[in-house]
């Protein structure tokens, strides 16, 4: 079993900027891709960033060039860099770690991202 926790969310104005963090836990020594999804109010999960254990990255095209994705593999951790915040930048954001072995897909209870205008 693999727990991880979010910590960074919160209230911010719209240009500003937060950092994520998540670091995964458990009976898992090693992730394969770890990322970001995100579900604002009245929409579907989206993917945000995801980087590979070797540090490739993708990023959904609304957040290239604001938000940075990076991870440190000795400590299990993903992190979230986002700047240059919108308002529609508002969601719940979800950090997910994929297993190597197994193939599973763990994901974190969310924490929230408020931009207010």
């Known amino acids: 079993q693999v727990h991880l926790v979010e910590s960074g969310g919160g209230l911010v104005q719209a240009g500003g900027s937060l950092r994520l963090s998540c670091a995964a836990s458990?009976?898992?020594?090693?992730?394969?891709?770890m990322g970001w999804y995100r579900q604002g109010p009245g929409k579907q999960r989206e993917l945000v960033a995801a980087?590979?254990?070797?540090?490739?990255?993708n990023y959904a095209d609304s957040v290239k060039g604001r938000f940075t994705i990076s991870r440190d593999n000795a400590k299990n951790t993903v992190y979230l860099q986002m700047n240059s915040l919108k308002p529609e930048d508002t969601a719940v954001y979800y950090c997910?770690?994929?297993?190597?072995?197994?193939?599973?897909?763990?994901w974190g209870k969310g924490t929230l991202v408020t931009v207010s205008s």
């Open positions: 980087i590979t254990s070797g540090s490739n990255t």
């Open positions: 997910t770690a994929d297993t190597v072995v197994t193939h599973l897909r763990y």
């Open positions: 458990g009976s898992v020594f090693r992730f394969n891709t």
